[in-house]
């Protein structure tokens, strides 16, 4: 044990019939934060396990730009859920200009805020990614338990397997420090458990692959009435390099002069905002581009339930939530087969897949798509069927108890320091 840490007596849970545990999950984002998909994950995670019987607390943290005297530390039952949000102590960071400062100075308010669970033992530490891996590690060596640690993307992944520039190699380091530190991982796909191991290993704990969920009751879906006029395509999710936006953007103008009038809608926020309108001028398609920005999810479902097709063209996907969030809502899909989506779409029966920056590929895709509206909305059926039995958030929660049962703390060693390529990944 560090100096500072106290050990206590492990003790397993008394079993009375199915096995109950005390689980605490940490992640950076956990609503009323929510930041992206992550917060929504960890809380449909958090509320399911509570509901089949686990007891459970989410530590996580309040807005960004507060303080302790405005918004202190908070420990509060939501929906099953005990939640400690932790205050922003110290507070004079920001994430933007120095990331690495803001996310210690959140990992420290954190472990202050997980000390004081003293009459609260988990049975195992849950961590959702490299932002919460320093309170993830040290409580989960506070309370002596496994420390399982879900790893939702990766910093190589996200930059096509390049390591280069400071912050970037800081955060792959501590994405192989949580992964190395951690007693059983968890990945979102195959293809993301098998870049953890390209990136990371050998010698690395067991991974479990486990689906992303997804919650059918939120998403009505609704049944593909062509409407009049021309077609209507569209995007939602951040607008990032990775995303594929571009290429979307690149088909456009062929895909008009097959189907006249086709516009694209491109929903949601992100660095490449201004990258891709540039585009949409260059290749002439500025006025059947339609940047409507972050919209709300009655405003989401309003554009699925038009939308002739959902495309999603990304070059790096760990898995593909948007997918099955288009695929609940009835919108026939046409997406890339980069990471994860490849596995939550099945090429011809729940959708339409193309290679990863294949524009080429996507046109004749969407032009597929189009040209057979009823095929379209027989494979959207069959999209959605196959969310109820493969991607249900309980069999999602029962799955990781699981991993939680099988779990066991190994012996600690110390990490050798690790050299960082600058090319990390293979090409794809």
């Known amino acids: 044990m560090h100096a500072g840490f106290r050990a206590h007596d492990r003790r397993p849970p008394r079993v009375t019939g199915p096995v109950r545990m005390r689980v605490l999950l940490l992640s950076w984002e956990y609503p009323p934060v929510v930041i992206g998909g992550l917060g929504r994950h960890v809380h449909h995670l958090a509320t399911e396990l509570a509901a089949a019987g686990h007891d459970v607390v989410v530590l996580s943290r309040r807005p960004t730009g507060t303080d302790p005297d405005t918004h202190p530390t908070t420990d509060e039952v939501s929906d099953g859920v005990r939640v400690l949000a932790a205050a922003e102590d110290p507070h004079e960071f920001g994430f933007g200009s120095d990331m690495m400062a803001w996310v210690l100075a959140m990992g420290h308010a954190m472990i202050r805020a997980g000390f004081t669970l003293a009459d609260w033992r988990p049975d195992v530490v849950h961590a959702h990614d490299w932002l919460v891996a320093h309170p993830a590690v040290a409580l989960a060596q506070f ?149 409507v920005g972050r919209v709300d999810h009655s405003q989401l479902l309003a554009l699925l339930h038009r939308a002739d097709a959902a495309v999603l063209p990304s070059h790096y996907e760990p898995f593909g939530i948007v997918a099955l969030e288009a695929a609940a809502a009835g ?19 729940t959708g339409l897949s193309h290679p990863p920056g294949d524009v080429a590929a996507l046109v004749t895709a969407v032009r597929t798509l189009l040209d057979a509206p009823q095929a379209a909305q027989h494979r959207a059926r069959a999209a959605r069927e196959r969310l109820t039995s493969d991607f249900a958030w309980h069999t999602v929660a029962a799955a990781t108890a699981q991993v939680y049962l099988g779990a066991k703390r190994a012996e600690r060693r110390p990490q050798p320091r690790r050299r960082i390529a600058e090319r990390a990944l293979p090409d794809r």
């Open 143 to 291: 309370f002596d338990v496994p420390l399982v640690s879900t790893i939702h993307a990766t910093e190589a992944g996200r930059h096509s397997g390049w390591i280069s520039g400071t912050v970037s190699r800081q955060v792959h380091a501590l994405e192989s420090w949580l992964v190395r530190e951690s007693d059983a991982l968890i990945a979102c796909s195959a293809s993301m458990s098998e870049e953890i191991g390209a990136l990371f290993g050998p010698g690395l704990c067991e991974t479990s692959v486990i689906p992303n969920g997804i919650d059918t009751d939120g998403w009505p879906f609704a049944a593909r009435r062509r409407h009049p006029g021309p077609a209507e395509l569209l995007y939602f999710g951040r607008l990032e390099y990775e995303k594929g936006v571009h290429d979307a953007i690149a088909a456009l103008p062929r895909i008009r002069r097959t189907h006249p009038g086709t516009t694209l809608t491109v929903a949601g926020d992100g660095t490449q905002h201004g990258f891709l309108v540039e585009q949409a001028r260059r290749h002439k398609v500025l006025k059947a581009t339609k940047f």
């Open 331 to 349: 919108a026939p899909l046409v997406t890339s087969t980069a990471g994860g989506l490849g596995e939550a779409v099945i090429d011809g029966v």
